[in-house]
């Protein structure tokens, strides 16, 4: 980046959840913060979950100075809010929507466009879920989905599209869902696994087909948020936690945590999001017409800050 910055008028880091210890200690972005405000550019953390770092008291103890040095945190959900005043960052913080909610869904071209059959529930279930559920345990967390897979298509009785939301090499959804598709075993043409090869608008207009979804991968969520889709999030860390918080008002009606995702509790979560459809489509209408307000608000302190 040094050969840009110099003709550069602000820098944004971006990708939701790098400042965390969800991948591990965050030394790669606090490094390349350093040098862009080594070069006195204004640098913008943009619409970010932060921390905790509370595993790590003397790292958080970095963090926190850290933080303070950059110019601003657009906070995209208030547990981060919250969590950044708990360690002195207030100053340079503000609230903003994920940028996600705002992006189009693209319906695919006709030749490969998926068959969604009606009554739909997408299911998005990642390996990276294994280190929060099965303490690591992949083979373990391959059966339990499976197991998970099995009783949502046996009780609802609806059928159900497998959708991968994240395909690279460190972390492939498609190839664990494969997986759990080959376990299943059944010969049901009422569930099917949706191809790799779909970009995030157009996965984003194939959940809004969906009568509900349920769905470990933040953006693979907030893409049935922002369609106004019954959405039922698998939780590991604050941002899920966050974003039902500032949706729905509370932090588990419609959230499972690593310790209560069971076969049962997850069908249990799907009914009651089918049951309270009209309830959730007026509550996220609501929401989003409040992001599209504070979008304004936002682009009002950027410009002043840039």
Not at 82 to 101: C, H, K, Q, T, W
Not at 235 to 254: H, P, T, V
Request: a neutral charge.
């Amino acid at each position: 980046m040094l050969p840009f910055l110099p003709k550069t008028k602000a820098v944004f880091s971006v990708g939701g959840d790098n400042y965390s210890l969800d991948y591990g200690v965050p030394k790669l972005f606090t490094d390349l913060d350093d040098v862009v405000l080594g070069k006195e550019k204004p640098l913008i953390i943009w619409g970010a979950s932060v921390g905790p770092f509370s595993k790590m008291p003397e790292y958080e103890k970095f963090m926190a100075e850290h933080l303070k040095s950059v110019t601003a945190i657009f906070a995209r959900e208030t547990r981060t809010i919250e969590y950044l005043d708990s360690i002195g960052v207030r100053d340079n913080v503000s609230l903003m929507v994920d940028p996600a909610f705002f992006m189009e869904a693209v319906e695919p071209p006709d030749d490969q466009k998926p068959c969604i059959l009606p009554g739909t529930i997408g299911l998005n279930l990642s390996p990276l879920m294994a280190g929060y559920v099965t303490d690591r345990n992949l083979p373990e967390w391959i059966k339990l989905s499976t197991r998970i897979l099995t009783l949502v298509r046996e009780k609802t009785g609806r059928p159900v599209l497998l959708i991968p939301h994240v395909v690279s090499p460190h972390s492939n959804d498609h190839a664990f869902l494969r997986e759990v598709l080959r376990l299943y075993g059944k010969n049901d043409l009422e569930v099917r696994l949706l191809a790799p090869n779909f970009n995030a608008a157009q996965t984003k207009w194939i959940i809004s087909q969906c009568d509900v979804l349920a769905a470990a991968r933040t953006h693979a969520t907030i893409a049935g948020f922002s369609s106004k889709i019954p959405t039922v999030s698998f939780a590991y860390s604050l941002k899920a936690q966050g974003l039902n918080r500032d949706i729905f008002g509370n932090e588990d009606k419609y959230l499972l945590n690593p310790k209560t995702i069971t076969p049962e509790t997850t069908v249990e979560k799907i009914e009651l999001a089918l049951k309270e459809t009209q309830v959730i489509k007026r509550t996220l209408g609501v929401y989003l017409t409040e992001a599209t307000n504070k979008k304004r608000s936002i682009s009002e302190i950027l410009n002043y800050i840039i």
